[in-house]
């Protein structure tokens, strides 16, 4: 099993430009999330899918787009890239019914808009 | 608003024992899990509590006051391998089972 993959692992964008982050998990979860990272920080939410059909905003959701493709994939788009928006994204998976609450993150992308 | 507090950086000697806190301020409660993560890696799942007292699982207990809106992580017979930043993350509700972390603590372990 691969578990969540993510791709790509780098992008470099200009300002104004749009992407997609691809994500996938093949453990059969139920739920999945898309969280950043800036330095010396905490993840914070940007948008959840509790399961196929359904997204749900996060934290700080402004600027972005989801997409639950199927119940494997999960995509995060950025339509007009800004500066603020250089992090590192993880994407991460759950079963809903899970007891412990175990989320399991990809690898991450590293974006840097300029 | 929510917040989770931890201290931003340990240090402790290989062999050790250390011991990292939360304590946490959120509308909703209902579960204290904690993560590690090395640099430049990705977060991964070490413990969970949604009842207070103390869960263990090899080298790492957890510990959870709902009372007192306190947990900690504690880190018996330190290794190198154990230098990470160590993130606290609630869960608030029943429903959503996204986490709310907190800012991290930074572990070095010398020699």
């Known amino acids: 099993n691969a578990g969540v993959t993510q791709t790509p692992k780098f992008q470099v964008l200009k300002t104004g430009q749009s992407m997609t982050l691809q994500c996938a998990q093949d453990m059969n979860h139920n739920s999945m999330y898309w969280y950043r990272q800036d330095p010396g920080m905490g993840l914070r939410l940007i948008y959840y899918?509790?399961?196929?059909?359904?997204?749900d905003k996060g934290e700080v959701p402004n600027g972005y787009n989801v997409s639950r493709l199927n119940k494997r994939e999960f995509s995060l788009r950025l339509e007009s890239a800004a500066p603020s928006q250089t992090s590192v994204y993880f994407c991460?998976?759950?079963?809903?019914?899970?007891?412990?609450?175990?989320?399991?993150f990809g690898p991450g992308t590293r974006l840097t808009v300029t | 608003g929510q917040s989770l507090e931890q201290p931003s950086e340990v240090t402790a000697v290989e062999g050790a024992i250390v011991q990292i806190n939360c304590t946490y301020q959120?509308?909703?409660?209902?579960?204290l899990s904690w993560y590690q993560q090395h640099d430049g890696g990705a977060p991964t799942f070490l413990s969970y509590n949604a009842l207070d007292g103390l869960e263990e699982t090899g080298r790492f207990s957890s510990f959870l006051s709902r009372s007192d809106s306190y947990g900690y992580l504690l880190l018996q017979e330190l290794q190198m391998k154990d230098s990470a930043s160590y993130f606290c993350?609630?869960?608030?509700?029943?429903?959503?089972?996204?986490?709310?972390f907190g800012s991290g603590t930074r572990l070095q372990v010398q020699p």
């Open positions: 993350a609630v869960r608030r509700d029943t429903g959503r089972r996204a986490l709310t």
């Open positions: 959120t509308s909703g409660f209902y579960g």
């Open positions: 991460a998976s759950s079963f809903r019914d899970s007891i412990q609450d175990e989320q399991y």
């Open positions: 899918s509790a399961s196929e059909g359904t997204t």
